[in-house]
């Protein structure tokens, strides 16, 4: 009996990261994201996977971003009882990310529950910020390059995919056949983060496609920001700034940052960093300097370039103030979190701006915004939309497709087989056919649920 591939989630979507490798008895599963977007994709959280949960022997991650990691405290709530290993940043990162994703969870099912909206009575959270605390101690961290053993008779690799701190791709080796998973890969010319380790030796090759049929254009963010934040700070306007609390936060602070010592922006222009948990990961910058290009000033400029905002008290009061200002806000493709309540209260007014900042899954209120819809559905009503949005093409943490078939070229040989994960339909089977036409390789586009010899 070989090895086999079942993809559970990140097949023909970008979210729901799961890869689940079978070997005689063992069981072991690469990332455990949740579905986002679309309702048919986040009802996919609650159906039971096709695997119980307790016949896993072991998890590996590769990053903390929750369409990877945000479904662990469900999967362990539901019996899995196996190590999860991850790098130590991604070990911090979950800490940070999984106990308030739990959380919010619960504040959605309250609120849904408190103004009726919701088709289900009562409303129930995924999972509680209790399940995630529950399922963190199973985490084991494993440093960057240190081949390790999850289970009897398989090793593992961690190398740096240069996506967000801690990001990993990772190198499955089991009965004979060497597996590498891509994780999220980040741009080379990152702002940020180093750029991506070269791809080890593989038969098999799992590569994320989100940009699978894009190019990004050169521009760098201090350029693309500077002009849209000058704009909205002139007529006295706030700019609302859904962001990834992990990674694009910390982006867009330190180009801030470089505008306000370049004298691009007024000095005075008051920022402010409104997610607890951008806020915690921002500190995190200084634990692992090994891993990102700050320098020790540029990092502790980071937690002094904005307003660090901690309770929803003060939260709340950010809405009294008047333009101009810039408040960055969780989540980046406004899904949920604080964000949301500041789109509510700014989005109205023609003089304020949004400013989208990375890949926005389809089915997502970022999505909406991007598409110049004018109303946005939030907290059950349909918010008008008169703010000027403003997307940065250059903020995206996500290697473009020349940058992924470059990538690949690092194999020192041809692998036997890649397929094409992390990526909607159309840019999955661009990718696909690039790297046929161009590298000469067996490549295919995997459906959810199907199951791959490697
Ligand atoms: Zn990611």
């Known amino acids: 009996m070989g090895v086999s591939i079942t993809f559970l989630g990140g097949a023909g979507t970008v979210t729901g990261s799961k890869y689940l490798v079978k070997h005689e008895d063992h069981k072991l599963?690469?990332?455990?994201?949740?579905?986002?977007?679309?309702?048919?994709?986040?009802?996919?959280?609650?159906?039971?996977?096709?695997?119980?949960?307790?016949?896993?022997?072991?998890?590996?991650?590769?990053?903390?971003?929750?369409?990877?990691?945000?479904?662990?405290?469900?999967?362990v709530k539901e019996g899995f009882a196996g190590p999860i290993f991850a790098t130590p940043a991604t070990r911090d990162l979950c800490r940070i990310l999984l106990p308030d994703s739990g959380h919010i969870q619960e504040e959605d099912a309250d609120f849904a529950n408190r103004h009726k909206f919701s088709k289900h009575s009562p409303a129930l959270p995924l999972y509680t910020r209790q399940d995630a605390l529950d399922a963190l101690p199973l985490i084991k961290a494993v440093d960057f390059g240190k081949t390790f053993s999850p289970l009897p008779g398989w090793k593992a690799t961690f190398s740096p995919a240069g996506h967000i701190l801690g990001a990993a791709s990772i190198l499955l080796e089991v009965a004979g056949r060497r597996i590498l998973f891509s994780g999220d890969l980040g741009r080379p010319d990152d702002l940020l983060m180093s750029p991506p380790a070269d791809a080890p030796a593989a038969d098999t090759v799992l590569i994320e496609s989100t940009y699978g049929d894009r190019i990004h254009p050169v521009e760098n963010i201090l350029l693309e920001l500077a002009p849209a934040l000058q704009r909205v700070a002139k007529r006295g306007g706030v700019a609302v700034v859904p962001v990834f609390a992990v990674g694009r936060a910390q982006?867009?602070?330190?180009?801030?940052?470089?505008?306000?010592?370049?004298?691009?922006?007024?000095?005075?222009?008051?920022?402010?960093?409104?997610?607890?948990?951008?806020?915690?990961?921002?500190?995190?910058?200084?634990?692992?300097?090994?891993?990102?290009?700050?320098?020790?000033?540029?990092?502790?400029?980071?937690?002094?370039?904005?307003?660090?905002?901690?309770?929803?008290?003060?939260?709340?009061?950010?809405?009294?103030r008047h333009g101009p200002m810039v408040i960055l806000s969780a989540s980046g493709m406004?899904?949920?979190?604080?964000?949301?309540?500041?789109?509510?209260?700014?989005a109205g007014d023609h003089r304020n701006m949004i400013i989208l900042t990375g890949y926005q899954a389809p089915g997502t209120r970022g999505d909406t915004l991007a598409s110049g819809h004018k109303t946005v559905r939030i907290h059950g009503r349909d918010v008008e939309v008169n703010a000027e949005v403003v997307q940065l093409q250059s903020a995206s943490a996500h290697a473009d497709a020349n940058q992924l078939l470059a990538w690949l070229r690092t194999l020192p040989q041809a692998p036997d087989q890649v397929y094409i994960v992390h990526g909607e339909a159309g840019p999955a089977d661009t990718l696909r056919a690039r790297i046929h036409r161009e590298l000469g390789w067996r490549a295919q586009v995997p459906e959810q649920g199907s199951t791959w010899p490697t």
């Open 251 to 320: 982006a867009l602070l330190h180009a801030i940052h470089l505008l306000k010592l370049k004298g691009e922006l007024p000095s005075s222009l008051p920022v402010f960093l409104d997610s607890p948990m951008a806020v915690h990961t921002t500190h995190l910058f200084e634990h692992h300097p090994g891993e990102h290009r700050l320098s020790k000033q540029d990092t502790q400029a980071l937690t002094h370039c904005a307003t660090m905002i901690q309770s929803t008290d003060e939260s709340r009061a950010l809405a009294a």
């Open 29 to 75: 599963l690469v990332d455990c994201g949740l579905f986002q977007g679309y309702k048919q994709l986040r009802l996919r959280n609650w159906s039971p996977l096709s695997v119980a949960p307790n016949h896993i022997t072991a998890l590996l991650l590769t990053h903390a971003h929750l369409d990877h990691s945000g479904y662990l405290p469900l999967l």
């Open 334 to 346: 406004a899904t949920g979190g604080r964000v949301l309540h500041h789109l509510a209260h700014y």
